[in-house]
């Protein structure tokens, strides 16, 4: 394995694994009629037009990464939306359609468009890794695992994450990817929460929900 599993993962226990995922999903807003912010990450779509906007970054993007706690500047904002919006367009173009991180069939190197994309993303003001890790997660789900410190400590990611996570959903013959394809289905969640969503979900709530783990 290229990775650390989160404590739930490693000890096997399916049950406590979805209690977790519950718990970050669905379990506040049956407590306190309000969903966790994080949790629509997964389906924000305000202006009904994410589907066609896959290869344009838009103000949206930027409403949604502040779901997961970060922000964009001014500044940024101002680059990414207007001054370069046509080189990240065609950065986005290169990475190709979503799909599942476990098919990537070839390695992930920094010649990669995925990691040229990030690379650039890491050029404009306020945006460092893991504000580009969700920016990417937002136009490719699927194949892009979200990173911050908590993820990155859990999972031993800290030097390098999208690689060693492809690695591991496919060691085995994809085993830990068909892992957390079960456990989405067995918290209920839908296929809008990608299989490498439940990962990092998991890994977060380790570190910021000890209680569930």
């Not at 103000?59 to 919006?85: C, F, K, N």
């Amino acid at each position: 394995m290229t990775i650390r599993l989160p404590k739930v993962l490693a000890a096997g226990d399916d049950d406590a694994a979805v209690e977790v995922l519950r718990g970050y999903f669905t379990e506040p807003l049956v407590k306190t009629g309000f969903i966790r912010s994080g949790a629509r990450w997964d389906t924000w779509d305000s202006t009904g037009t994410r589907g066609r906007d896959a290869n344009v970054y838009t103000a949206d993007d930027l409403v949604a990464a502040t779901l997961l706690s970060v922000e964009v500047s001014p500044d940024g904002a101002q680059i990414l939306l207007r001054e370069r919006r046509d080189e990240f367009t065609e950065l986005l173009v290169e990475v190709g359609p979503d799909r599942d991180l476990v098919d990537q069939t070839s390695e992930l190197t920094p010649e990669s468009p995925v990691c040229r994309l990030e690379a650039a993303l890491w050029t404009v003001p306020s945006i460092g890794r893991t504000v580009a890790s969700k920016l990417i997660a937002r136009k490719r789900p699927r194949l892009f695992p979200i990173y911050d410190r908590a993820i990155g400590e859990v999972l031993g990611t800290k030097q390098a994450h999208l690689e060693p996570v492809r690695q591991a959903l496919r060691a085995n013959d994809g085993e830990l990817h068909r892992r957390l394809v079960s456990l989405r289905a067995q918290a209920g969640l839908d296929e809008s929460v990608p299989a490498s969503r439940i990962l990092t979900v998991l890994a977060w709530m380790q570190l910021k929900a000890p209680r569930t783990t």
